[in-house]
C-alpha cells in the first residue's frame, strides 16, 4: 500500500513525461518542444512567470484529461515551509554586477513585474547590506537603549516581544531607487529600474512605547540607531520622527523578520529612505544633536550643481510607475488591455493617479484599487484600448499634500545629475508596434 | 511567529530563588518603566557598546596615532582596497583627491573633498573597517589612521597627533558645503489634464546598450562593466 502511494507520489513533470512516452511521435515532438520542459526534463518557466503568452506552446488540455488530473500529487508537509511553483523560477531577486565593488556591500532588486499585490513577499523583499548579512541567534541579541534617559535599559528579545505590539503596511524605498538613470537612459527592466522598493506588514513595539518606557530626559532630541552587523549601522533620527510613528519591528508579513530584512528586529521608519530603517537593531541612544554619521554626510546626502550639498532628505516624496506593460512584460495583442501600476508617497496617502499613453501630452484618471494606506504601495489601473501603434506611457502620482510627481527634466532643471538619490521622477515606457516596451526619457 | 523560550540563566535563578533581573537592582536611582521589561543597562554594558563619535568629540576614547603610525596601519589593512595614496581600486572608495571637483561633470567625493566632519572619520573607521575584520583595530591605530588619511588629504600635517583634544578642532574643507534642511519639494506642479505640452521628445531610450542584467533564467554573473 506505501509502496503503490509512493509509486503515485510522483511529482507532476515526471508522470507527464512518461505521458508523453505514449503519445504518437509527432505529438511527443510537438509536447517536448513546447518549451515547457527542458531536455533534462526539468521544468522551465510559465505563463504568470513573466514569459510572453505568445512564446508558449498551446495546449493539448481540453480536450485530453491532463496527468495531473489522474494522479495524486504529493501529501501535506512535503514542504514543511511552502515554497513557490518551479514553474515560477524566473521570480526572484536580482542584482547589477557593475554597480558595486562586491555583493557584500550591495543591493538587489525586487522583481515588481511579478508581483500582483501590494505586498511583497519575504522571500522578495529588496536587500540592502553594508557588511553582508549577519546570522544571528536571538537569544543571544539585546536591544540596548539609553543616552539622555531616565532609565537606560537592556531588552532580550523576549522582552520586546512583552510589549504592547502593533502593525502597519508600510513600503520601504532605497533612496538610491532609480540612481543610475540620472544621465540617460541605461537599463531596460522594471526590475532594475524601479525594484529598490518593497511593501510589508510590519510588526513591532512603536519606538514612543519603548521611549516613554526609559523616560526621555527634557535635553534629548535626537535617536541614534545603530545595527549588530559588521557595519555597524548608524542614523540619526530626530525624536519627533521617532515618537511620531517608528517602530522597532520583529515580524514581516506575519512571520519573523527574514535574516536579510534584519532579524531579530529592525527599525521601520514610515515614509523615510530605506537607510533610515536600521536593521538588526541593538542600539538607541538619546542625543542633544544629530551625531553626523558616514551614513548621514559621505553617503545619502546630494549633491548640487553649485557644488553644495543637501542633508537629512530623509522623506521619500511621492512615485509612481507601470508595471504592466513594462520591459519585462510587453504586450501580446491589440485591443483592451489594463494598464497597471504602483503608486506610494513617503509623505502619506495617494490622493490619485494618472495615466498617459502619449508622452505625458494628455492625462487620464486612473482607478485606485483597495486598499490605500498612507506611507503605503498603493494599486492603480486604467483600461485602454491599445490600437497596434507605438505609444509612450507614463503615470503620474498626486499625494494627498497636493504634491503632483514631476518629470525627470524638471528634476534634473533643479537638482542637476549628481545628486544620486531621490530620482522620483515619472517613467516613461515606449510601446512599439511589436508589443514590446522600451525604457525611455523625454527631453 | 517566533517566540523566545525563557532564558536558562533567569529559570535557574528562579529556582534559586533570586530576584528576577527584570525588576529594578537594588540602588538604582530610578524606579522601573511602566512596564519593567528587561535590565537597566549598566554603566559598563553601556560604554562597551556605545561607540559612536560626534563632530564636538562627544565619545572619543583616549589614546593617540601619528600620521606615521597610521602609515603602517594603512599599508597593512587598507591600501588592498583603498590604494597605496587613498586613489582607491576597482570599485572600491576614494579616500583622497577630488579637491575642487563637486562641481564637475564627474564629482569625486573624498573625505577631502566632500566630508564635512573628521569625527565622522574616527566613527566609521572605528566600526566598520578594515571591511574584512570591522572592529579589530585598537583605538590608538584607529587615531593613526584618522591622522594618516587627513594628512593623504592635505588637511593635517606629517606632525599631527590625533587625539580626543586635536580632532575636533579639525575643520574640514567642505565644512560649509552642506544645508542641513530638506528644502523640497522643490517642483511643484499643477495637475494638468489636457493638452499639456507643445510636443514629445524621446531624448535617449535603453534599447541596445546591453547594459541590463538578465531577468529570466539564472542569476547574471555576466556584465561587470
Request: aromatic share 8%; hydrophobic share 35%; glycine share 10%.
Amino acid at each position: 500500500m506505501l509502496g503503490k502511494l509512493r509509486r503515485l507520489n510522483q511529482d507532476a513533470s515526471k508522470i507527464a513525461l512518461e505521458e508523453s512516452e505514449r503519445l504518437p511521435s509527432e505529438e511527443r515532438r510537438r509536447f517536448l518542444r513546447s518549451g515547457l520542459f527542458t531536455a533534462g526534463g526539468a521544468m522551465v518557466g510559465g505563463a504568470l512567470a513573466g514569459i510572453a503568452p505568445k512564446a508558449l506552446a498551446s495546449t493539448q488540455y481540453p480536450p485530453e484529461i491532463p496527468p495531473w488530473t489522474r494522479s495524486l500529487g504529493p501529501g501535506v508537509v512535503t514542504d514543511p515551509y511552502g515554497v513557490p511553483s518551479p514553474f515560477e523560477k524566473d521570480v526572484i531577486r536580482r542584482n547589477v554586477p557593475w554597480l558595486t565593488a562586491d555583493k557584500v556591500s550591495s543591493i538587489s532588486f525586487t522583481p515588481l513585474q511579478h508581483l500582483k499585490g501590494i505586498i511583497t513577499p519575504n522571500g522578495l523583499f529588496f536587500e540592502r547590506h553594508h557588511a553582508g548579512r549577519p546570522e544571528i541567534d536571538p537569544q543571544q541579541h539585546r536591544l540596548m537603549i539609553h543616552g539622555l534617559v531616565d532609565r537606560p535599559i537592556i531588552l532580550s528579545m523576549e522582552d520586546l516581544q512583552r510589549f504592547p505590539s502593533v502593525s502597519q503596511i508600510n513600503f520601504i524605498e532605497c533612496p538610491a531607487n532609480g540612481g543610475m538613470e540620472w544621465r540617460g537612459a541605461q537599463l531596460n527592466s522594471l526590475q532594475f529600474l524601479h525594484g529598490m522598493v518593497s511593501c510589508a506588514e510590519w510588526t513591532g513595539v512603536r519606538l514612543s512605547t519603548l521611549l516613554q518606557e526609559v523616560g526621555i530626559k527634557p535635553e534629548g532630541k535626537w535617536l541614534l540607531a545603530e545595527g549588530a552587523d559588521g557595519a555597524a549601522m548608524t542614523r540619526s533620527i530626530p525624536l519627533e520622527k521617532a515618537l511620531d510613528d517608528v517602530i522597532v519591528a520583529y515580524a514581516q508579513n506575519g512571520e519573523a523578520l527574514r535574516r536579510e530584512q534584519g532579524y531579530p528586529i529592525r527599525l521601520v521608519v514610515p515614509g523615510w529612505e530605506g537607510n533610515t530603517h536600521v536593521k538588526w537593531l541593538r542600539r538607541l541612544e538619546v542625543g542633544d544633536k544629530p551625531w553626523m554619521q558616514r551614513e548621514e554626510t559621505s553617503k545619502y546626502t546630494d549633491l548640487m550643481p553649485d557644488g553644495t550639498a543637501h542633508g537629512f532628505t530623509w522623506v521619500m516624496e511621492a512615485k509612481s510607475v507601470i508595471t504592466s506593460p513594462c520591459p519585462e512584460m510587453p504586450l501580446t495583442n491589440k485591443g483592451v488591455c489594463q494598464i497597471e501600476g504602483l503608486a506610494w508617497s513617503g509623505r502619506g496617502k495617494v490622493k490619485a493617479v494618472d495615466v498617459s499613453v502619449d508622452g505625458g501630452q494628455n492625462w487620464q484618471q486612473a482607478q485606485l484599487r483597495e486598499p490605500v494606506m498612507s506611507k503605503s504601495l498603493t494599486r492603480f489601473s486604467l483600461e485602454w484600448k491599445w490600437d497596434g501603434n507605438p505609444a509612450l506611457l507614463q503615470s503620474r502620482v498626486i499625494d494627498e499634500t497636493g504634491y503632483v510627481q514631476p518629470t525627470l527634466a524638471q528634476l534634473k532643471q533643479a537638482r542637476g545629475t549628481n545628486s544620486i538619490y531621490h530620482k522620483n521622477a515619472i517613467q516613461t515606457w515606449k510601446v512599439n508596434g511589436d508589443g514590446s516596451v522600451v525604457n525611455v526619457q523625454l527631453s | 511567529m517566533f517566540s523566545f523560550h525563557k532564558k536558562p540563566r533567569l529559570l535557574a535563578s528562579a529556582c534559586c530563588g533570586v530576584i528576577l533581573a527584570s525588576m529594578p537592582i537594588l540602588g538604582a536611582a530610578e524606579p522601573a518603566g511602566h512596564y519593567g521589561y528587561g535590565e537597566p543597562a549598566t554603566d559598563e554594558q553601556i560604554a562597551a557598546w556605545d561607540i559612536d563619535v560626534r563632530p564636538d568629540g562627544k565619545g572619543l576614547p583616549d589614546g593617540s596615532g601619528t600620521v606615521d603610525e597610521g602609515m603602517a596601519v594603512y599599508e597593512t589593512h587598507c591600501s588592498s582596497c583603498h590604494g597605496a595614496f587613498g586613489e582607491g581600486m576597482g570599485r572600491y572608495p576614494k579616500l583622497a583627491g577630488g579637491e575642487g571637483s563637486l562641481t564637475e561633470d564627474r564629482p569625486e567625493k573624498t573625505v577631502g573633498s566632500y566630508w564635512p566632519y573628521a569625527s565622522t572619520l574616527w566613527d566609521y573607521i572605528h566600526r566598520a573597517m578594515p571591511f574584512f575584520a570591522p572592529q579589530s583595530l585598537t583605538d590608538d591605530q584607529v587615531y593613526a589612521l584618522t591622522a594618516y588619511v587627513l594628512n593623504l588629504n592635505y588637511i593635517v600635517e606629517a606632525d599631527f597627533v590625533a587625539n580626543k583634544e586635536t580632532l575636533p578642532q579639525v575643520e574640514m574643507p567642505n565644512h560649509d558645503g552642506f544645508t542641513w534642511e530638506d528644502p523640497r519639494p522643490v517642483v511643484n506642479n499643477e495637475r494638468c489634464m489636457e493638452n499639456c505640452k507643445e510636443e514629445v521628445t524621446v531624448s535617449d531610450s535603453a534599447a541596445g546598450k546591453n547594459l541590463t542584467p538578465s531577468t529570466t533564467g539564472p542569476l547574471d554573473e555576466g556584465i561587470t562593466e
